[in-house]
């Protein structure tokens, strides 16, 4: 399976034009967007119509710029899904998220986020590869080093202790777009908002 996972676009829709080009190039089967679609809510309009218009499955959750109810919009909208708190399978691999972050205008606290995770994994526990998907980075991860502002969250770290994902796709710290690390056996990427393309 070939995805594109990216995060942080913060409603650049010359970019989402873009990333939705990308994607159609390169054939992915799935779009995986890590939060952040919108700046502080604003700039919603067609921030997923580029990537829907491929009719690839789009899956999304809010970042700490735009609330959970408006990524359910922006799902609706455009028969995305909005993985927050949710699972989705697709083959043998399995797909579950929390979005949000512990700072920010939208944020959620630390059981928040790891009880969203509990939730949607118990639906995806048996697929043979398992898929993580946040906004927030894990604490004690390299890419929290590059922000002396931004933390890393607590739930998420304990999530891949405790749920063992392949790969985690995060975003948030901007400056650490990009930069792959293992994590125990987790594979943790910050996508960044130029995207990645993922093959499973």
Same mark, same amino acid.
């Given at each position: 399976?070939?995805?594109?996972?990216?995060?942080?676009?913060?409603?650049?829709?010359?970019?989402?034009?873009?990333?939705?080009?990308?994607?159609?190039?390169?054939?992915?089967?799935?779009?995986?967007?890590?939060?952040?679609?919108?700046?502080?809510?604003?700039?919603?309009?067609?921030?997923?119509?580029?990537?829907? &218009?491929?009719? *690839? /499955?789009? $899956?999304?959750?809010?970042?700490? =710029?735009?609330?959970?109810?408006?990524?359910?919009? !922006?799902? %609706?909208?455009?028969?995305?899904?909005?993985?927050?708190?949710?699972?989705?399978?697709?083959?043998?691999?399995?797909?579950?998220?929390?979005?949000?972050?512990?700072?920010?205008?939208?944020?959620?606290?630390?059981?928040?986020?790891?009880?969203?995770?509990?939730?949607?994994?118990?639906?995806? &526990?048996?697929? *043979? /590869?398992? $898929?993580?998907?946040?906004?927030? =980075?894990?604490?004690?991860?390299?890419?929290?080093? !590059?922000? %002396?502002?931004?933390?890393?969250?607590?739930?998420?770290?304990?999530?891949?202790?405790?749920?063992?994902?392949?790969?985690?796709?995060?975003?948030?710290?901007?400056?650490?777009?990009?930069?792959?690390?293992?994590?125990?056996?987790?594979?943790?990427?910050?996508?960044?908002?130029?995207?990645?393309?993922?093959?499973?």
């Amino acid at each position: 399976m070939k995805i594109l996972a990216a995060s942080d676009i913060h409603g650049d829709l010359s970019l989402v034009k873009k990333l939705a080009e990308k994607a159609d190039k390169e054939n992915v089967d799935l779009i995986v967007l890590c939060g952040d679609l919108t700046h502080f809510e604003q700039s919603t309009e067609g921030i997923i119509g580029p990537f829907a &218009k491929l009719n *690839k /499955k789009v $899956i999304l959750i809010p970042g700490n =710029h735009e609330s959970v109810a408006t990524a359910d919009f !922006l799902a %609706d909208l455009y028969g995305a899904l909005n993985l927050h708190g949710y699972s989705y399978k697709l083959s043998d691999i399995g797909l579950f998220g929390c979005g949000s972050a512990n700072i920010g205008p939208f944020q959620i606290s630390e059981n928040e986020i790891f009880d969203s995770l509990k939730k949607s994994y118990k639906y995806i &526990k048996d697929s *043979k /590869k398992k $898929i993580m998907v946040t906004h927030v =980075h894990p604490k004690g991860s390299a890419m929290e080093k !590059l922000s %002396d502002f931004i933390p890393g969250s607590n739930a998420v770290t304990k999530a891949i202790n405790q749920f063992k994902p392949d790969l985690l796709l995060c975003g948030h710290v901007h400056e650490a777009a990009g930069i792959e690390e293992k994590i125990n056996n987790t594979l943790v990427m910050n996508v960044g908002r130029l995207g990645k393309i993922i093959e499973i």
